[in-house]
T-cell receptor
């Protein structure tokens, strides 16, 4: 199957850490992605991880990948109100030497002051 | 990153009419992708547009409803034909960059409302 699943909603207090979780089904996925969508805007690529990695850190963002369980998470340290947005995870599938992305349903992150 | 411009950014259209959405990229790319995001939903790939050949459509999408043009390596259009309220969505174009085309970047989207 091609399902990518995420929880729909997460609320955290400003300054706390946020953890957004994602499960995917295609074990052959080469790359897994996290995108951010602010209201009325397109998608912003936050980070991605190669499937042979367990972890990737980029400033406040930490991606953890458990390939055995097909579980991906995004941790945002010191969450700010500007982080309030919808976060999509996506897995890649190779189609004709190009990458097709399968998206999750998105997790709406609300950061409370 | 890639700079992707979409026009229009939003539109309200009458049912039965058609709307053509334009996507311009700041440099040449091999493939361009068109996605649909229905209200409160995730993104679904409509089709992949390769310059010089017909677009490849995903299951559930057909050329008669969503004709696509790809006249050169920096530009593509998606037409939403014979619109109905069910076509109300955000339509986004996307391109790939980076090592082995691993990074997909998106335009800001076209918010379409059909009345």
């Amino acid at each position: 199957g091609e399902d990518v699943e995420q929880s729909l909603f997460l609320s955290v207090r400003e300054g706390d850490s946020s953890v957004i979780n994602c499960t995917y089904t295609d074990s052959s996925s080469t790359y897994l992605y996290w995108y951010k969508q602010e209201p009325g805007a397109g998608l912003q690529l936050l980070t991605y991880i190669f499937s042979n990695m367990d972890m990737k850190q980029d400033q406040r963002l930490t991606v953890l990948l458990n390939k055995k369980d097909k579980h991906l998470s995004l941790r945002i340290a010191d969450t700010q109100t500007g982080d309030s947005a919808i976060y999509f995870c996506a897995e890649s599938q190779v189609v004709d030497s190009s990458y097709k992305l399968i998206f999750g349903s998105g997790t709406r992150l609300l950061v409370r002051p | 990153s890639a700079v992707i411009s979409q026009k229009p950014s939003r539109d309200i259209c009458q049912r039965g009419t058609s709307l053509t959405i334009q996507c311009q990229v700041d440099s040449q790319v091999t493939m361009m992708f068109w996605y649909r995001q229905q209200p409160g939903q995730s993104l679904t790939l409509i089709a992949t547009a390769n310059q010089g050949s017909e677009a490849t459509y995903e299951s559930g999408f057909v050329i008669d409803k969503f004709p696509i043009s790809r006249p050169n390596l920096t530009f593509s259009t998606l037409t939403v034909s014979n619109m109905s309220p069910e076509d109300s969505s955000i339509y986004l174009c996307s391109v790939e960059r980076g090592v082995r085309n691993t990074e997909a970047f998106f335009g800001q989207g076209t918010r379409l409302t059909v009345v």
